[in-house]
């Protein structure tokens, strides 16, 4: 069964800094493509991130560019979103999801930045 | 950044027909844009009905089905169950991104 597991969140001040984590399991990681997406309360879906395989291909919104940094370490079968400089409107729960094809999201966790 | 257009409400009587549309503000939708679709309940995590305008995973109910439509992504919901009032949101690659319409609130009564 294919999972994915977020982790990492919290409440943390304005210029702040977090890391997320997500593991995945049932399925090959190193295989798929990931990507990040959040969700501010009561609002919409928003594209945050996608980084490739192997790490080589990346692409960030406009609205996290120079703030945050996708990553991955497939040994550990683990997708990464290092988040600095954090803003209010950055509040939102932060979704993983496998693959181009967005088959398999996580739970979510919840980031709150706020003073 | 490209915006995204979607209807933010619509209702359907259970058993009827409904058609949720997606624009792109850069112009008329492809397949190029590989559109999605997704239905998000509340406190749930978003599900994917939807990918590359018109395929389906194995858990997507019959009912739904993706096609492109008047230079729009469409999702038409045929058969409307009461379980699929939902939120319901569509995503376009552009490129090296990726844009999520504002989500249509689906109602069905």
């Known amino acids: 069964e294919v999972q994915l597991e977020e982790s990492g969140g919290g409440l943390v001040q304005p210029g702040g800094s977090l890391r997320l984590s997500c593991e995945g399991s049932?399925?090959?990681?190193?295989?798929?493509?990931m990507q990040w997406v959040r969700q501010a309360p009561g609002k919409g879906l928003v594209w945050v991130s996608f980084i490739d395989s192997d790490g080589t291909t990346i692409s960030y919104a406009d609205s996290v560019k120079g703030r945050f940094t996708i990553s991955r370490d497939n040994a550990k079968n683990t997708l990464y979103l290092q988040m600095n400089s954090l803003r209010a409107e950055d509040t939102a729960v932060y979704f993983c999801?496998?693959?181009?094809?967005?088959?398999?999201w996580g739970q979510g966790t919840l980031v709150t930045v706020s003073s | 950044q490209a915006v995204v257009t979607q209807e933010p409400s619509l209702t359907v009587s259970p058993g009827g027909t409904v058609t949720l549309t997606c624009g792109s503000s850069t112009g008329e939708v492809t397949s190029g844009h590989y559109p999605y679709w997704f239905q998000q309940k509340p406190g749930q995590a978003p599900r994917t009905l939807i990918y590359?305008?018109?395929n389906k995973y194995s858990w997507t109910p019959v009912r739904f089905s993706g096609s492109l439509l008047g230079g729009k992504a469409a999702l038409t919901l045929s058969g409307a169950q009461p379980e699929d009032e939902a939120d319901y949101y569509c995503?376009?690659?552009?490129?090296?991104?990726?844009?999520f319409g504002g989500g249509t609130k689906l109602t069905v009564l």
């Open positions: 999801i496998r693959g181009l094809t967005v088959d398999y």
């Open positions: 590359d305008t018109n």
């Open positions: 049932g399925f090959t990681f190193r295989n798929y493509w």
């Open positions: 995503l376009f690659s552009y490129g090296g991104a990726r844009v």
